[in-house]
C-alpha cells in the first residue's frame, strides 16, 4: 500500500492542512470519546458515585463550545481559502498552458506547439503549468492525486486549474466525476520530467503544425476572413482584438477575453458589437473544442 | 367593500405596468414591472387572503416560501454574478 | 369515519388554513426552479428573451390578466357569502369557474397561435418558448383543478354556512394563489421591451 | 390485555384503508424495510465486485446501474421515510397527548402515493435499471445516458409528494393538537427533530420536484435550461438539485438526532443537558442547512468566490451538530447509565456522527476539497453519518420503542449482539475507505488501480459483517412479535406522554385527556 506522493508545489501545502486539521479533528474526536467512556464507567447504573444534583444546564460551558470551534473553524477556512485561491489566481504568468480535451472515456492533451496525445500527458519539472479544460460530451473531472488538483470539465465553457509539479515520475490520471460507461478506465498517466528531457520530448514526437497555425488554417477554412479581413461585407476587424475593450450594440462594454471570443464565435447574436448588424452565422456543432481552441490561440497571437 | 376596491386597485396597477413597459427606460422596465407584480401579489394576499387579520404564524408561513426561493436565488448568485470576476482561464498578459 | 381529532370546528378551521398556507409554501417552491431558469436566461441571453417576448400577444395578455383578476375578486365575494351563510354563493362560484374557463380558452388560442412561431426558433429563443409553454402550462394544470373545485364546492354549496365554511375559504385561498403566480408571469413573458417592438 | 389498535381490525382490508396514524406508521415500516434489503443487497454486490481490482464480477454498465438504485432507492425510499414517517407517525400524536394527525386521510394517501413511487421505481429497475447515479447530473442524464432515466425521475418525483404530505401533516399537527400545558419548550426533543425536519422536507423537495421534471422534459424533448447549446449551463442543474440534496441529508439525520435525544437520557435516568441549546441547535441546523449546499460544488467550475461563500457557511452549519455532540456526552455525566440495546445503538450514533462530523469539516475546507471530492473519503464520510448516524439511531428507535408498537418486548441480549456486530461491521467496511479517499481512488469507480486492493477486502468483509449485522434485528424482532414477553406499559421507566398510555395504545390514543405540568426528561438518578 503505497504512500501518495506529494508531487506539486500545492501538494505540499495541502497535506500540511490536511494533517493540522486532522490531528485537531482528531483530538477533539478522541476527547468526546474519552469523556463518554469515562462517564460510562463511572456512573454506571449501580456504581457507587456521587449523582447529587446533575446540573441540567451550564451558562458559560454551553456558550464556550459554541464559540470556541466557531474561532477554529474560522482559522481552518482562512487557511484552506488561501490555498484554494493558488489553484485559480494567476500567478506568475509564465504558466504553460496545457489545453486537455475531456471526451468520452479518454483525456486529450495538446501543447501550445500542437504536440498531442491521448491519456498521457508530460509536464517539465518545476515549471508553473495551467490545463485548459473543455469537454465534447459530459462532464469530466481532470484528477491528478498525486498533485491534489482536481477540475471538473464542463461542456459549453473553459476552466482552468494551475500548479507546479516539484518532483519526476510517473503518477495516476484519472476521472473523477461520473461519465458514463467506461468512467473508471477514463485515466492515463501524467510523466513529470526534467526541463531539458521534456523540451526535447516537446520536439520529437508527431510534428503537426502549431496550435496558432491550425488556428490560421481554420481562420480561411470556415470563410472567417472572407468578412473580418479586408472585405466588402462590413464586419469587425479582428487583427488585436485579444484584451480590447469592447462597445456592444445594447451599450455594454466587455473586455474580448477567451470567454467573449467563444462565446461570439458559437453565439455570434449575443454580443453585437456597436455599430455592427447581427449577421454572423453561428458556428454551433460544426468546430469540436480542440478546433476551437486552435482558433481562439490563433486570434490571440495575430497581433 | 374592500374587495371592490382591492380590485379596482388591482386593475389600475395592471393599466400601469402594461403602459410603463411602452416607455423606453432600459433596465428600470423590469424593476418596474416586478415592483408593480410585489403590489398586485401583496394586495391579493392581504385582502382577498385574509392576511389582513390573520396570525402572525400564517403571515410567517406566507412569507416563508417567498424568503427561501431568495435563498436560492441570493447565494447561487454568489456563483453567477462572480463569474466574470475571476480572471478568464487563459489570462497570460 | 373515526371522529376528527379536533375538540371543535373552530380548531379544525385554524388548522386547515395553516395547512393550505403550508401548502402554498411547497408550490411557490415547486414554481421556483422556473423562475430561476428564467432569471438566468434572461440575464445570459437578454435579446433572445425579447425576441421571443415580441412574438406573444400582449392584447390577449393583459385581457387574461384582467380575467384571472376579477375571478379572484368573485372568488373573495363568494368566500364571503359562505361566510355569511347567504343564498349568493352559489352565484359567485358559477361566476368564478366561467371567468376560469374563460382564461383558459383565451390560453389556449394563444397557444395554437404561437405554436406555429416555436417550430423555427433556435439556439436561446427556444429556451424563452420552452420556459413560457413550461411555466403557462403548469399553471394552468393550476387553474384547472382550481375550477374542478369550485365546481365540486358548487354542488355541495347546501352544506356550507356560517359554522361550516372552511373549504370555501381554502379553496378560496389556493385561487388567490394561482392569480398571484400570473400576476407574475404576466409582465416577465408579455412585456419585455414592448418600446422596441 | 387487549391489544389496543393492533385489535381493531384483522383483515387486510382493516390495515390497507385505516386511518389510525399508528397503523399507517406500521404500513410505512413493513415497505422502508422492503426497499432497505433491496438497496442493501445491491451494495453487497457492489463490495463483492470491489474485492478485486478488475472489474470481474459485474459488467461496468451493471455497477454503474447498481450503484444507482443503491444511491435512489437509500436515500428516497428508506432514509427520508425511516424516522419521520414510521416514528414520526407513530409518535407524534401519542407525544403531545393528541388523538391523531391532524390530516388522517392525507396520512393514508402520503403512504399511497409511496408505494406508487415505489412501484415506478422497481419497475425501471426491472425494465433494465438507470445508470446516472442518484444525482441525475446533466448532460449525461439528458443526452447521453441511453437508460431509463424519465421513469425513475417519475417515481422520485411521486415519492416526494409522499415526504411533503407527511411534513406537512406533522407541522400542522405539532401547532395546532398539543395537549393542554404542553408549551412548546416542554416537547420532547424528538417533537422538535421531527418538526424541524417536516419544515425541511416542505421547503426543499418541491424544489427536487420540478428539477427532475426539466431533467425528463429536457431528455424527452430536448428543451431545457441544462444544455449550453440552448444557452443554459449544467451548472444551473447543480445549483438547483444540491439545494435540495444538502437539506435532504438533514433530513435523515435530524430526526437520529431526535431519537438520541430520547434514548440517551432515559438510559442515563437523567435530564437531557442544555434543553434549549439543543432546540434552538436543532432549529439551526434545519435553516443553515439551506446555505451551504455550494460545497458540493467547490471543483465544478463554480467561481472561486462562491466557493469561498459557501465554504464558510458550511463551517458555521458543523456548530450547532458539534453543541449537540457536546450535550449529549454531558448528559452522561452524572446519570445513572443502563447500557441496554437501545442505549447502545444511541451511543453508537453519537460517536459515528462525531467521526463524520469531523471529517465534514475536512471536505468543508477548500484546499483540502480540491484533492478530496469525488473520492471514497466522501463516501465514507457520508455513510458515517448516514449509516453510522441515522440507521444506527432508527434501529435504536425501533428497539426502544418496539413495546409501543408491537407490545411485546425484543430479547435484549440478542439486541446487544446485534448492536455491537452493527458497529464492529461498520467500522470495518467505512474506516478503510477514509484512506482509499485520500489516497485518491475516485467514487463510483468499477475498477480500481491494484495498489488499493488490501483496503477495499478490509472494506468489503466488513460490509459482509455489516450484512450479518442487519438480518439479526429483522430475525429476533420479527420472532418476538409472536413468542416475545408482553410489553407494559411503561417498561423503561420514561417520561415521554406516550408512556403513560397502554403498550399498544388503544386506537384514540389516550382515554383521558392528558395534561401536561412539568418539562419533558424530569428522571430522577436514583433509581
Same mark, same amino acid.
Given at each position: 500500500m503505497t504512500w501518495l506522493p506529494a508531487a506539486s508545489d500545492t501538494a505540499q501545502s495541502v497535506d500540511l492542512l490536511f494533517y493540522s486539521v486532522l490531528v485537531l479533528t482528531g483530538l477533539m474526536t478522541l476527547a468526546i470519546f474519552a469523556l463518554m467512556i469515562f462517564f460510562g464507567v463511572r456512573y454506571r447504573a449501580g456504581s457507587p458515585a456521587d449523582r447529587t444534583n446533575?446540573?441540567?444546564?451550564?451558562?458559560?460551558?454551553?456558550?464556550?463550545?459554541?464559540?470556541t470551534p466557531l474561532a477554529i473553524f474560522i482559522g481552518i477556512f482562512v487557511w484552506g481559502a488561501v490555498v484554494y485561491a493558488g489553484f485559480y489566481r494567476g500567478g506568475p504568468d509564465d504558466a504553460m498552458t496545457v489545453f486537455v480535451v475531456g471526451k468520452q472515456w479518454m483525456w486529450k492533451a495538446e501543447h501550445a506547439n500542437g504536440r498531442r496525445e491521448i491519456d498521457e500527458l508530460h509536464l517539465p519539472l518545476g515549471q508553473p503549468v495551467r490545463i485548459v479544460l473543455s469537454t465534447e460530451d459530459v462532464i469530466h473531472s481532470f484528477y491528478v492525486p498525486a498533485f491534489r488538483i482536481k477540475q471538473d470539465a464542463v461542456p459549453g465553457r473553459y476552466t482552468s486549474i494551475r500548479f507546479t509539479p516539484t518532483r519526476e515520475g510517473e503518477y495516476w490520471l484519472h476521472c473523477a466525476e461520473y461519465c458514463g460507461t467506461d468512467h473508471a478506465r477514463m485515466g492515463g498517466r501524467v510523466v513529470v520530467m526534467a526541463p531539458a528531457a521534456f523540451a526535447q520530448w516537446l520536439e520529437r514526437g508527431n510534428q503537426n503544425p502549431s496550435l496558432? &497555425?491550425? !488556428?490560421?488554417?481554420?481562420?480561411?477554412?470556415? !470563410?472567417? &476572413?472572407?468578412?473580418?479581413?479586408? &472585405?466588402?461585407?462590413?464586419?469587425?476587424d479582428?487583427?488585436?482584438?485579444? !484584451?480590447r475593450v469592447v462597445h456592444l450594440s445594447d451599450g455594454r462594454t466587455v473586455v474580448a477575453d477567451e470567454a467573449y471570443l467563444r462565446d461570439s464565435i458559437l453565439l455570434p447574436k449575443r454580443d453585437v458589437v456597436a455599430g455592427y448588424e447581427?449577421?454572423?452565422? &453561428?458556428f454551433q456543432g460544426q468546430l469540436d473544442e480542440g478546433q476551437l481552441s486552435a482558433l481562439i490561440t490563433y486570434l490571440k497571437e495575430n497581433q | 367593500m374592500t374587495y371592490v376596491l382591492t380590485w379596482v386597485g388591482l386593475m389600475i396597477l395592471l393599466a400601469l405596468t402594461c403602459a410603463s413597459s411602452y416607455f423606453p427606460m432600459g433596465n428600470w422596465n423590469s424593476v418596474v414591472n416586478i415592483g408593480i407584480s410585489c403590489a398586485k401579489g401583496l394586495l391579493i394576499a392581504v385582502f382577498f387572503m385574509h392576511l389582513r387579520h390573520a396570525g402572525a404564524l400564517l403571515r410567517i408561513v406566507a412569507i416563508a416560501g417567498l424568503l427561501w426561493l431568495g435563498i436560492l436565488f441570493g447565494l447561487s448568485w454568489s456563483d453567477f454574478g462572480t463569474r466574470t470576476l475571476s480572471p478568464a482561464p487563459w489570462v497570460a498578459r | 369515519m373515526p371522529t376528527t381529532p379536533f375538540d371543535s370546528t373552530l380548531e379544525r378551521r385554524e388548522a386547515d388554513l395553516l395547512g393550505i398556507w403550508a401548502f402554498l409554501v411547497t408550490e411557490v417552491l415547486f414554481f421556483g426552479p422556473l423562475f430561476f431558469g428564467y432569471v438566468h436566461g434572461r440575464l445570459t441571453h437578454p435579446e433572445a428573451f425579447t425576441a421571443g417576448s415580441h412574438h406573444m400577444h400582449v392584447v390577449l395578455g393583459t385581457l387574461n390578466t384582467a380575467i384571472l383578476m376579477t375571478s379572484s375578486l368573485t372568488m373573495a365575494l363568494g368566500v364571503a357569502a359562505a361566510r355569511g351563510g347567504r343564498k349568493s354563493l352559489r352565484t359567485w362560484l358559477v361566476l368564478t369557474a366561467l371567468l376560469g374557463l374563460a382564461f383558459l380558452g383565451i390560453k389556449a388560442s394563444e397557444y395554437w397561435m404561437e405554436s406555429s412561431e416555436v417550430a423555427q426558433a433556435s439556439g436561446a429563443e427556444l429556451t424563452f418558448y420552452f420556459l413560457y409553454f413550461a411555466m403557462t402550462g403548469l399553471h394552468a394544470v393550476h387553474l384547472t383543478i382550481g375550477i374542478g373545485i369550485v365546481a365540486w364546492l358548487w354542488r355541495h354549496a347546501s352544506r356550507y354556512g356560517a359554522a361550516y365554511h372552511s373549504p370555501v375559504e381554502v379553496t378560496g385561498i389556493y385561487w388567490h394563489f394561482v392569480d398571484v403566480v400570473w400576476v407574475f408571469l404576466y409582465p416577465m413573458f408579455y412585456l419585455l421591451q414592448r418600446y422596441s417592438a | 390485555m387487549t391489544w389496543g389498535y393492533l385489535g381493531e381490525g384483522y383483515t387486510l382490508r382493516s390495515w390497507l384503508t385505516t386511518h389510525d396514524h399508528k397503523r399507517i406508521a406500521v404500513l410505512y415500516m413493513v415497505a422502508i424495510t422492503a426497499f432497505f434489503f433491496l438497496g442493501g443487497a445491491a451494495a453487497a454486490l457492489m463490495r463483492m465486485e470491489l474485492a478485486t481490482p478488475a472489474g470481474d464480477l459485474v459488467s461496468a454498465n451493471t455497477y454503474n446501474k447498481l450503484f444507482t438504485i443503491h444511491?435512489?432507492?437509500?436515500?428516497?425510499?428508506?432514509?427520508?421515510?425511516? *424516522? /419521520?414517517?414510521v416514528l414520526g407517525n407513530f409518535l407524534v400524536p401519542l407525544m403531545i397527548g393528541a388523538r391523531d394527525m391532524a390530516f388522517p386521510r392525507l396520512n393514508l394517501a402520503s403512504w399511497y402515493i409511496?408505494?406508487?413511487g415505489g412501484l415506478f421505481t422497481a419497475a425501471a429497475l426491472i425494465a433494465g435499471g438507470v445508470d446516472t447515479g442518484w444525482t441525475f447530473y446533466t448532460p449525461y442524464s439528458t443526452r447521453f445516458s441511453d437508460t431509463n432515466v424519465v421513469l425513475v425521475i417519475v417515481g422520485v418525483f411521486i415519492v416526494g409528494f409522499s415526504s411533503i404530505l407527511t411534513g406537512l401533516n406533522i407541522i400542522v399537527t405539532v401547532h395546532k393538537l398539543r395537549a393542554p400545558g404542553l408549551t412548546w419548550f416542554r416537547l420532547p426533543l424528538f417533537i422538535w427533530a421531527n418538526y424541524a425536519t417536516s419544515l425541511i422536507l416542505l421547503l426543499a423537495t418541491p424544489v427536487l420536484a420540478m428539477t427532475l421534471t426539466l431533467v425528463a422534459l429536457e431528455r424527452l424533448f430536448n428543451v431545457g435550461i441544462f444544455d449550453p447549446a440552448l444557452g443554459g449551463d449544467p451548472l444551473l442543474f447543480q445549483h438547483l438539485f444540491w439545494f435540495?440534496?444538502? /437539506?435532504?441529508?438533514?433530513?435523515?439525520?435530524? /430526526?437520529?438526532? =431526535?431519537?438520541?435525544?430520547? *434514548? *440517551? /437520557?432515559?438510559?442515563?435516568r437523567r435530564t437531557v443537558f442544555g434543553y434549549r441549546f439543543m432546540a434552538y441547535a436543532i432549529l439551526g441546523i434545519a435553516s443553515i442547512g439551506f446555505l451551504v449546499w455550494g460545497h458540493h460544488m467547490f471543483v465544478s467550475g463554480q467561481s472561486m468566490y462562491a466557493g469561498m461563500v459557501f465554504s464558510m457557511l458550511s463551517f458555521l452549519v458543523a456548530i450547532p451538530s458539534a453543541i449537540k455532540v457536546?450535550?449529549?456526552?454531558?448528559?452522561?455525566?452524572? =446519570?445513572?447509565?443502563?447500557?441496554?440495546?437501545p442505549m447502545l445503538y444511541a451511543l453508537g450514533f453519537v460517536g459515528l456522527f462525531t467521526i463524520g462530523g469531523m471529517t465534514g469539516l475536512i471536505l468543508a475546507s477548500l484546499a483540502l476539497d480540491v484533492h478530496l471530492t469525488d473520492t471514497y473519503f466522501v463516501i465514507a464520510h457520508f455513510h458515517y453519518i448516514m449509516v453510522g448516524g441515522s440507521v444506527m439511531a432508527y434501529l435504536g428507535a425501533i428497539h426502544f420503542w418496539w413495546p409501543k408498537i408491537s407490545g411485546r418486548m425484543y430479547p435484549e441480549t440478542m439486541g446487544r449482539i446485534a448492536a455491537l456486530t452493527i458497529f464492529f461491521g461498520f467500522n470495518l467496511t467505512f474506516f478503510p475507505q477514509y484512506l482509499l479517499g485520500w489516497l485518491g481512488m475516485p467514487r463510483r469507480y468499477h475498477e480500481y488501480p491494484p495498489e488499493f486492493q488490501v483496503l477495499n477486502l478490509f472494506s468489503s468483509a466488513g460490509a459482509a459483517v455489516l450484512a450479518i449485522g442487519y438480518l439479526l434485528p429483522l430475525a429476533y424482532l420479527g420472532w418476538s412479535l409472536f413468542y416475545g414477553k408482553r410489553a407494559p406499559a411503561n417498561p423503561w421507566q420514561a417520561t415521554g406522554l406516550e408512556w403513560q398510555t397502554g403498550s399498544p395504545p388503544p386506537q384514540h390514543n389516550f382515554d383521558a385527556e392528558p395534561v401536561v405540568t412539568r418539562g419533558p426528561y424530569a428522571y430522577d438518578p436514583v433509581r
Open positions: 446533575p446540573p441540567p444546564r451550564k451558562k458559560w460551558l454551553e456558550l464556550g463550545w459554541i464559540f496558432a &497555425s491550425q !488556428g490560421f488554417e481554420l481562420f480561411r477554412r470556415l !470563410g472567417c &476572413s472572407g468578412c473580418h479581413v479586408n &472585405s466588402t461585407v462590413h464586419a469587425p479582428l487583427a488585436g482584438v485579444y !484584451g447581427p449577421i454572423m452565422p &453561428s | - | - | 444511491g435512489v432507492v437509500m436515500v428516497w425510499f428508506f432514509l427520508i421515510p425511516s *424516522i /419521520p414517517s409511496y408505494v406508487l435540495y440534496s444538502h /437539506p435532504a441529508v438533514y433530513i435523515m439525520v435530524l /430526526p437520529a438526532m =431526535g431519537v438520541a435525544s430520547e *434514548i *440517551i /437520557p432515559c438510559f442515563a457536546f450535550n449529549w456526552t454531558a448528559t452522561l455525566y452524572k =446519570g445513572s447509565i443502563y447500557f441496554s440495546a
